[in-house]
């Protein structure tokens, strides 16, 4: 899907949205880094090195480092069960940022508000079935 991204918006489109996964990956690191809760702190490390390494790992294959390994590229891919599970991963990000630390909260929920929306209208873009009206509706 990244290179439907590229052919419909271009390299800056595909730098754009490398940029937002970037940016849902840091918000996410900082989050586990400044989360007292450890759980929360732990999940949230887990939930963000999986979204990392599924952007990584669909990214490669698509400019051809690695080899062909069917892993969707989160929040974009089509399948079903793919959208559902990026969906029910960032709701959870979405809670603990919720019940983090309030500077934190304040800090990083326009940011990440801002990156749903890139996502919905990318979906929107290419023809898809968003999933992810629910979720914008929740942090808005």
Do not use: R
Not at 24 to 33: A, C, D, E, M, T
Not at 91 to 119: H, M, Q
């Amino acid at each position: 899907l990244y290179s439907i991204v590229i052919e419909e918006l271009g390299v800056l489109g595909g730098i754009i949205l490398i940029l937002m996964y970037a940016n849902v990956i840091h918000i996410g690191y900082k989050l586990s880094l400044t989360c007292k809760d450890k759980f929360a702190k732990y999940l949230s490390f887990g939930i963000t090195s999986l979204l990392m390494i599924q952007v990584f790992t669909n990214i490669a294959v698509v400019i051809g480092v690695i080899p062909i390994t069917g892993i969707t590229l989160p929040m974009m891919s089509y399948g079903g069960s793919s959208l559902i599970v990026s969906m029910f991963m960032m709701g959870i990000i979405n809670n603990i940022l919720k019940t983090a630390d309030k500077t934190l909260n304040y800090k990083y929920k326009k940011k990440i508000s801002f990156v749903y929306l890139f996502f919905f209208f990318l979906n929107k873009i290419t023809n898809k079935n968003p999933i992810i009206i629910p979720v914008i509706t929740n942090i808005i």
